[in-house]
């Protein structure tokens, strides 16, 4: 071959694969002339030329055929030339497999398809076989291979054939994707490359869709990942839109199936496909997946907003919608329960949701008032705790669609851009959900207000009567629009719409300051959640319906309806797995209980049932089988692993495996540090406040494994380890959190030793004297270190002195325990203990009603039985062990015992009792808080739990180590207080916790100061008290505790049960006692100055405004003496006021006479005030401002949220009205008073579901 032939010969094979059709004519020319035993490839080259010009011309030219004329190709004179020239072709193989396809392209282009598929080469391997590779052949041999096996799968769909053709077209995609490898790719080679995968992707997409191809095909993403990897190849040029060919889909349709089978594969859960996987440096499955996900994402979307334009006002853009939908589907997934932090990248969820939220933002700009992006505006904002920017979007969302609404009911005419009404009244239930989850009596007024709208807007889509179908409801009620309306909303939203108008109208009887209005507003609500109950909405079984309403129910002191709707929705059958969905995280239905187990074990408290109580309490955790599930390990050296993981790693520690714990949410770790709360105030109920104290360790530890150490700026750090420890003093022994939380098999099987009196055995002196009390912690002893100590115990596993107090502690109620004041009856919790019976349970009937009492475990004590119920399984393993055992599971087949209560509920919990737990179906987001707001968060939890640790010690007479807890909890309030003055937002002030906020930094500054109060009390310091509870009310004037213990000081005062405060302070002379009854001063040790016009002794009696007379001194003369106002000039004003209310004085007739001393008190002739050192009582109009100004506050504490059911407010304000005289107010206060104690439980209710009554 001569050098022009071959020069000739590789510009006719640029030309072709360039697609220069114009200069082939010429090139053609001079290969037959120099290269004249190349007449194959002429030819070939010569019919390529005029099929390529007639399909232009037909593009060009609309045409009613798809197929081109086969006169204008002369097809039947071309062919049989090419059969020829195969024919003769022995020499070069490349020619002869080009003309082959070249024949079949010309059958096709003139519509003979059968033909076609017979012309064309089968497989592409036999006319290879003298070739080196695939790889090694030219470039237009590529083409020819890759248009040979598009027409051969062309021409067997058109024949309904799909799964042959999808067999060719993966056959052929291995020398695709290599060839794609190399650059730059020819004009043709890309044009037949896109044809190729176009007609591959589409045909895949209809697979998918009519069910010839599933999901779980490893290779079933290969069409889409070599279509992605055919425009990666593009260099130098942007993502193209538009059309490929004439005919052919819009580009960004193979995008959007590409996305739309990725979005299946995670709603489906499915494994990663591996076929032609893109590389990647992610190793975990879902995290590929995630980013494949993310690309392809960014593709569809650059292609889509930019080929769409702004719409008309009769123009909807629907494809952006259901991108959207698309978008916020994988998102509800990705973000939920069942992927993890490590699945999603760098950020997390939070990056995740900010992502979403500015594809929103961007999608807003290609539509008019979408409803459907104002929707999810509200969800993502939501999502990352963006609450007024979310609210003002659900504002605007609820404007257009109401308008929407309004014009649909008035015209007739359906708009296509409104939200449908199950979507409607879907947003508007999660927005009042919200309000109450996260928001302030500002978000529950709202949230009312929403609710009585929603109420209104359900009511147009009530349900037809059962045993009657939906049509005949149409017909029945002769309006089609509204009849037609209710098809379109099902069951379940209903149901929820009705959950949500009763949590609202729950959340609202909480904040409202009509106390008359409450009980009707519960009330209210009650109906609303057994009408979200109802069996014709198919949701009988919802567990967030279940929990509202035994919550509110309790509140009400319905305490037997109570326990049935618990008792129904722990007895439900946990959902198979197959139907709990993506959405679900692992073991989501054992967390969901965790509040019903809280609620449970309060409920029986409440009936004075703390054995039982402490049972549910341990059935909260053990419902996870094995603690490791749980909490990972029992080895708590990591302790927050969740935050401290990848550091560990990166330092070659050694990492233990997490547990639940580590991906449930604040909220849920502190349901859980709630329980243990609730396990120690049951401990200190029957054991006695000393086993509390040495308990509380456990709490500490327990905080640090579930939120970690509570860090703050060095600048702020406090002398002082951050790390929650209890004080020196703080723990009898310590207890290992192995042996509580972590408890083990072999310890119940074995001997269970309960909580020791350990004062008994060993007596400590403090620093400020000789006190006797339970062994404290050694103060040169780390916490995590000290050995426990050894204890003996007898055959039932107690201490002499522990068996005792547990004997004697489960009748009655500690009175310290109980703040002051206990109204219980006595009697009652006698008839309450549980006992042993080897036979079935039975209904207990107290006070006339029945409810259920749980069987005892064999080997439960029965009255007078030998061994003592173990009643914390956890915390009562007090022995120290080096390995975690998983403890057994309890049967809870006691939970089925029992009679059905008089409350109502009845029929409701007998038709759900065996059935299936029902996973609520509209969960709110799981919200991503700062790192800021999550560590105010855990600062506000840890000072109530040293609060909580100061009230044990304070009610076991441990004043220093108390005063030492109370130091603890007011430190990081100090702390606390400077993080919020700092922050930028503004969102949080020292007066407001924000949203989400459990507590502002002045109601935790009113509970420091009124725990001070309440241990100066314990100190016979009322003053001091006094103090301290002003110091409360000042930082949070409605602070039921610092209202109810000042109130009654000022009682106090009013009735003189109280000495004055000496105004002179005493002098400390050595070899002096200095004791009083009040303030530690003997005011007999001081000289007491005399005078002419007084009695050397001073009045015992109350002074009122008067000065003393001498004794014996008439009173005729009273009219004509001058009384002296020290002070007050004659003709003062002040002095007329005085003597009103002298004259107003409430004192008897006799008590205006004269007093034990012989001083005249009321009256025109009352002498001078004694000076204040001299004074031995209070004037009269101070008592009657003390008595008044208590009144005022408890008064308008029992008419608060917090203050409605608190029994000590209304002892306090009942003994407020025997004081005034108002005996018959008093007594309904007083009997109102048992009513509330009768349903009091150790704790209040609002410690569980974290304050709320949205689970």
Known sequence: MTTKAAHYLQQLDVARCEGNWDALPELIRKVRKHAPDRACLALTAETEHAIAIATSKQNSVPRPSTAVSAKELEASAQVPKLLEAIDAESTHVENKFQAQVCTGWLHWVVGEYNLAAIRLPKTLEPEFTQIDSFDNSSEWTKVCALKSAYLRANCLIRANQRGDALDIFEGALPPLSSTLANKPLGKQLRYWSELFLTEFSMNVSQAFEEGEKKLEDPSCLSSYRVWAKYWEGTTGQLLQGGYGFSGSVPRRRVWYDYYSALSSIIEEDLQFPTGNAPVSAESNAKSRLRVELKKVEAAYETLLLSETQFPRADEERGEVESFIHVVMRNWAIMAGRSWKEQDLGPGGRENLSRGVLDILYRTATKTYHSTAILRHLFTIHLAVAEFDLAFKAFDSYLDIVTKGKARVEKTGHDELNLDSDAQFLETVAQCITALCRYGDRAAAEKARDLGKELEVWVGKFSAPQPNRSIPDAISETGNGNLANSYQDVPSSVLSFAWQAIGMAQAQWSRMTYDSDARTEIQANAIRSLKRSLSPQYGCSSDTRSLFALSLLLAERRELSTAIEVVKAALMMNKPPPEERGVLSGAYLHERLLIPLWHLLALVMSARQDYVTAARFCEGALEQFKDPVILFGTSDLKDHFRSEH????????????????????????????????????????????????????????????????????????????????????????????????????????????????????????????????????????????????????????????????????????????????????????????????????????????????????????????????????????????????????????????????????????????????????????????????????????????????????????????????????????????????????????????????????????????????????????????????????????????????????????????????????????????????????????????????????????????????????????????????????????????????????????????????????????????????????????????????????????????????????????????????????????????????EEGTGVRGWGCVGCGGYVL
């Open 645 to 1236: 993981l990848n550091e560990s790693e990166a330092k070659g520690e050694r990492v233990h495996p997490p547990g639940l714990v580590d991906e449930m949410d604040d909220f849920e770790r502190e349901s859980i540090l709630e329980v243990k709360m609730t396990q120690l105030s049951l401990v200190e109920m029957m054991e006695g406040p000393d086993v509390a104290v040495n308990a509380s360790y456990e709490l500490l530890s327990l905080f640090s494994r579930l939120f970690g150490s509570v860090e703050t700026p060095s600048s702020m750090k406090p002398q002082k380890s951050i790390m929650p420890l209890p004080p020196k003093s703080s723990a009898s022994t310590l207890r290992s959190i192995k042996g509580t939380i972590f408890g083990s098999r072999s310890e119940k099987r074995g001997r269970r030793p309960s909580f020791s009196r350990m004062g008994n055995n060993v007596n400590e002196k403090t620093s400020d004297g000789a006190q006797d009390r339970p062994l404290t912690m050694q103060t040169t002893t780390s916490a995590l270190t000290t050995t426990p100590s050894i204890q003996i115990t007898g055959e039932n596993g107690l201490t002499p002195a522990s068996a005792f107090r547990s004997r004697s502690s489960h009748g009655k109620r500690s009175e310290s325990t109980r703040r002051g004041n206990s109204l219980r009856k006595r009697e009652s919790s006698k008839k309450r203990a549980v006992s042993a019976s080897g036979g079935p349970r039975r209904p207990t009937l107290v006070d006339g009603d029945a409810f259920f009492t749980p069987a005892e475990d064999p080997g439960s004590p029965g009255p007078g039985g030998e061994q003592a119920y173990d009643f914390f399984t956890f915390s009562s393993k007090r022995q120290a062990s080096t390995v975690s055992i998983p403890p057994p599971i309890r049967s809870l087949s006691f939970l089925s015992t029992g009679g059905a209560s008089n409350g109502g509920m009845s029929d409701a919990s007998g038709g759900i009792a065996g059935a299936t737990q029902l996973l609520p179906t509209t969960l709110l987001p799981v919200i991503q808080f700062s790192k800021e707001h999550d560590k105010r968060r855990r600062t506000t939890i840890l000072i109530k739990v040293w609060l909580m640790i100061a009230g044990f010690y304070r009610r076991a007479n441990m004043l220093n180590d108390c005063r030492e807890a109370i130091g603890e909890a007011q430190k990081y309030t100090s702390l606390l207080e400077k993080e919020v003055s700092k922050d930028p937002s503004g969102d949080v002030s020292i007066a407001h916790s924000g949203w989400a906020g459990y507590k502002s930094v002045e109601q935790l500054h009113g509970d420091c100061w009124a725990e001070l109060g309440k241990l100066a009390l314990l100190k016979e310091q009322p003053y001091t008290a006094r103090a301290d509870f002003e110091a409360a009310l000042t930082h949070f004037p409605d602070h039921p505790d610092a209202i109810i213990g000042l109130s009654k000081i000022l009682l106090d005062l009013y009735s003189e049960k109280l000495l004055p405060d000496p105004a002179v302070q005493p002098l400390h002379l050595p070899g002096t006692s200095i004791t009083s009854a009040t303030t530690g001063v003997s005011l007999e040790k001081i000289e007491k100055p005399t005078s002419s016009g007084m009695s050397t002794t001073l009045p015992s009696g109350p002074l009122g405004l008067g000065g003393g007379i001498k004794p014996g001194e008439e009173h005729a003369n009273n009219s004509k003496a001058v009384p002296s106002r020290p002070g007050l000039p004659p003709g003062d004003p002040r002095r007329n006021v005085l003597d009103m209310l002298n004259q107003s004085s409430p004192l008897s007739p006799q008590q205006q006479q004269t007093s034990a001393s012989g001083v005249t008190f009321g009256g025109p002739g009352e002498a001078h005030l004694p000076p204040p050192y001299k004074a031995k009582s209070i004037p009269v109009v101070d008592r009657l401002a003390a008595r008044d100004r208590a009144y005022g506050l408890l008064s308008g504490l029992t008419k608060l949220g917090a203050g409605w059911n608190h029994a000590e407010a209304w002892f306090a304000l009942a003994r407020a009205h025997e004081e005034s005289g108002q005996e018959d107010k008093a007594k309904d206060v007083l009997w109102w008073c048992v009513e509330l």
